[in-house]
């Protein structure tokens, strides 16, 4: 399975952060522990969503459209 989940910084809620992954539980602890260059001046995160496919493609295709203005757009509006 992949997961394609978008964070919220707690201490910064208007900082979001979206990614990709096979392990969310693994993923998000990588993020709060700072072990992430791009995530940890804004730790710690929690998930505000996570989606989750079965094909990789599809998932890589859905992440990349989220990161585009149009799909921040969307997901602001429904998460």
Known sequence: MFYVYIL???NT???FYTGL???LEKRVDKHNSGKSIHT???KPWKIRTYMV???KERAEK???YLKTSSGRA???KRF
Do not use: L
């Open 74 to 76: 969307f997901a602001k």
């Open 62 to 64: 859905f992440e990349k």
């Open 21 to 23: 992954t096979v392990d």
């Open 53 to 55: 496919f079965d094909e």
């Open 40 to 42: 940890n001046k804004f």
């Open 8 to 10: 919220q910084s707690i």
């Open 13 to 15: 809620p208007e900082h």
